[in-house]
């Protein structure tokens, strides 16, 4: 139960968030009809606000205690409740693939239980999955802080707008150009950044992003500038005519079958002789260099990976939206597809996803409080790194079982 | 006379006016444990980081000959194919991967001696898993050498300290060296782990590696060195047995008087 003591510091909590508004949201002073108007009930609304919100976040903090050994007493299922439920299910196949499949059929059936509206907004979050998890093979897995990864994508939608345009190739045809084409775009920033950690490249992939943003609005001649290239084509499906709905849900198909690549490649790169090099190069560097792991190859490595599943969204976005300017890669991009990296969870793959979706879908869902929308945002992200900075869902590492057989086999 | 593995000759390394290390020569041989000391600042570490390509000696010359190999010229290389031509090492301060696991940290000293890349990452090719299990088998066995077998699966970073620093020599035999660099492998120990650390460095000598470390611990280098090299003020001051090193004047000058074997 809540004790004096806590009921105490709520009420001081409270009065000094009254304090603290009372310039803005009490006081109301109209200069041209020289009034001041004195809103006490705001005063009130704050005081008791702030005390109930206390007195909950208090009360949360005692039971999670006792939830937890409540847990700890739950021993079915196999779950001892020594590590994180969401850890324990996804160790344990009998629950992680009935559950990955009705996932798998939900996202499959998306598209006919709701409306084409959600559908659209639905595969506009899966394509930040996809570019979440290749920037999570950037900063989450290799360490690197890249503030430019809009960069990649922009250069993945213009090869796909600007080779339609002068060559007439097809979107399947440009998909895995653009990817190689971002991928190669990787190793060029790579390359000077090789020697720099930490801010210094923050810095220096922050100024490639923009610089690739400002090649693209002022070289005309080549890219159409700010205004843009428009009547980009959908992709076609062996040459079949669509109208606008089914085009859309084609599109959301392609983006889910995409996201299903996409984790599989990542899950299998994480889990590699490459993967261990990436992650032991984001924890010393020096170390890793010193027990024989080439930097350059697999700092350049992680670079061009990431920038690759960068470059295929970025195809996948121009063919969506069917027309592209320099407006849709400013470096809000970049910050939105960090913060999906940092929320979700660096270097877990279901933590990335559920930021994506997290971060992409509530704005949409929020839009039900209309002008106060961005302010819940952004309180929703500050709660959420206050109370799990690790991320949504921390990542863990695999654990191998070795019998004592294992121990005669080898020398 | 046993086959020469390292010769350095005439190893300086200067930072701007300072001389670090100055005009050093040192040999190793195969099979033998040679022991650096010298007091703090005396450019020991220095040494170590111009063996290793961590630094690129101002002058002088590292080389390394290795059984059924051409000789190999050191300077100037990178620490990668420093470790990929068989010279391995420890860090004075502890430099383990925390977030990984003790498996994976001896995994990554595999890593030089595999070749598994993005495609093989991908496809999983047989080859590409017998390599994997191949690496699992051999690291789980060098963490049994060490006696971090019942640690696998714990993150580096909650091992404890004596722990973490025979993991760090596990991660350094994973790359499959013929000579091992120890750069005070007991600093900060207690005696027991000290007697088990000196039971371990024995073990791995009697395996065919050669040693080369540096250790503040005099006991330890006294008892188990086969030659000793001092160094003070980025010069060598002296070499020999363990015998002659406790005897000479100079070394026990450059201890400030304190006799060597304290």
């Known amino acids: ?411 | 006379m046993a086959k020469q593995i390292l010769n350095v000759t005439d190893l300086s390394m200067h930072f701007g006016g300072i001389r670090a290390v100055d005009q050093v020569d040192l040999d190793i041989n195969e099979g033998e444990i040679v022991a650096l000391i010298g007091p703090n600042g005396a450019g020991k570490t220095t040494f170590f980081n111009c063996l290793t390509g961590i630094y690129n000696p101002t002058q002088g010359d590292i080389k390394l000959y290795q059984e059924g190999k051409k000789e190999a010229r050191l300077n100037g290389l990178k620490p990668n194919q420093v470790t990929e031509k068989g010279m391995a090492r420890t860090f004075q301060n502890i430099r383990l991967f925390q977030k990984m696991t003790v498996l994976e940290n001896v995994m990554i000293g595999r890593h030089c001696r595999t070749t598994s890349f993005i495609a093989g990452a991908i496809f999983r090719t047989r080859h590409n898993r017998r390599e994997e299990r191949e690496i699992i088998e051999r690291s789980y066995s060098i963490l049994e050498k060490v006696g971090l077998e019942k640690h696998v699966n714990d993150l580096a970073s909650n091992l404890s300290y004596g722990a973490q620093r025979r993991l760090e020599i596990a991660r350094a035999l994973a790359t499959d060296p013929f000579l091992l660099l120890l750069d005070e492998p007991a600093a900060g120990m207690n005696p027991q782990e000290t007697k088990e650390l000196d039971d371990l460095i024995t073990k791995i000598r009697d395996d065919g590696l050669a040693i080369l470390l540096i250790e503040h611990d005099m006991k330890l280098v006294m008892s188990i060195s086969d030659r000793i090299f001092v160094m003070d003020y980025g010069k060598k001051i002296a070499q020999g047995t363990p015998q002659e090193i406790g005897d000479n004047p100079d070394v026990i000058k450059a201890y400030l008087g304190e006799a060597a074997d304290a």
Request: proline share 3%.
């Open chain 1, 1 to 411: 139960m809540i004790s004096m003591e806590e009921l105490k510091r709520s009420f001081k909590a409270s009065v000094w968030f009254m304090f603290l508004t009372f310039p803005i949201l009490v006081i109301k002073v109209n200069p041209i009809e020289k009034t001041v108007i004195w809103r006490w009930e705001n005063m009130a609304f704050v005081g008791i606000g702030v005390f109930m919100l206390s007195i909950l976040i208090r009360a949360f903090y005692i039971h999670r205690e006792r939830l937890r050994s409540l847990t700890i007493s739950k021993k079915r299922f196999g779950y001892i409740g020594d590590e994180p439920l969401v850890q324990f299910i996804l160790r344990e196949p009998k629950y992680l693939y009935p559950l990955a499949a009705a996932t798998l059929l939900f996202a499959l059936l998306f598209p006919s239980l709701f409306d084409t509206y959600q559908t659209n907004v639905m595969t506009t979050a899966l394509m930040y999955v996809v570019l979440g998890l290749g920037l999570n093979i950037v900063v989450g897995v290799a360490g690197l802080l890249d503030l430019g990864y809009v960069a990649f994508y922009a250069v993945g939608a213009y090869s796909y707008a600007l080779l339609n345009l002068h060559f007439d190739l097809g979107f399947w045809a440009i998909l895995p150009m653009g990817a190689l084409l971002a991928a190669m775009f990787g190793i060029v920033l790579g390359f000077p950044v090789l020697r720099l950690r930490g801010d210094y490249l923050a810095i220096v992939t922050l100024g490639f992003g923009e610089i690739i943003r400002l090649v693209l609005e002022n070289w005309s001649e080549f890219s159409q500038g700010p205004s843009g290239i428009s009547n980009i084509p959908r992709p076609g499906f062996f040459g079949m005519e669509m109208d606008l709905n089914s085009a859309i849900v084609y599109m959301y198909y392609l983006v889910v079958g995409l996201v299903i690549i996409t984790i599989f490649v990542v899950n299998r790169l994480q889990d590699s002789r490459l993967g261990r090099a990436w992650i032991a190069l984001r924890e010393d560097e020096i170390a890793c260099q010193a027990m024989g792991i080439d930097k350059t190859k697999t700092k350049l490595t992680a670079f061009a990976l990431g920038a690759t599943w960068a470059g295929i969204v970025g195809v996948i976005f121009a063919a969506k939206t069917t027309f592209i300017n320099p407006a849709s890669f400013t470096f809000l991009e970049s910050a939105i597809i960090l913060s999906i990296v940092v929320l979700g969870g660096m270097g877990s793959i279901l933590g990335v996803i559920i930021g994506a979706l997290i971060l992409i879908l509530l704005p949409e869902y929020l839009r039900a409080l209309s002008e106060y929308r961005m302010l819940a945002f952004g309180a929703i992200l500050v709660l959420m790194m206050v109370f799990r900075p690790q991320g949504i869902i921390a990542n863990v590492r695999r654990s191998y079982q070795f019998k004592k057989s294992a121990k005669e086999g080898d020398a």
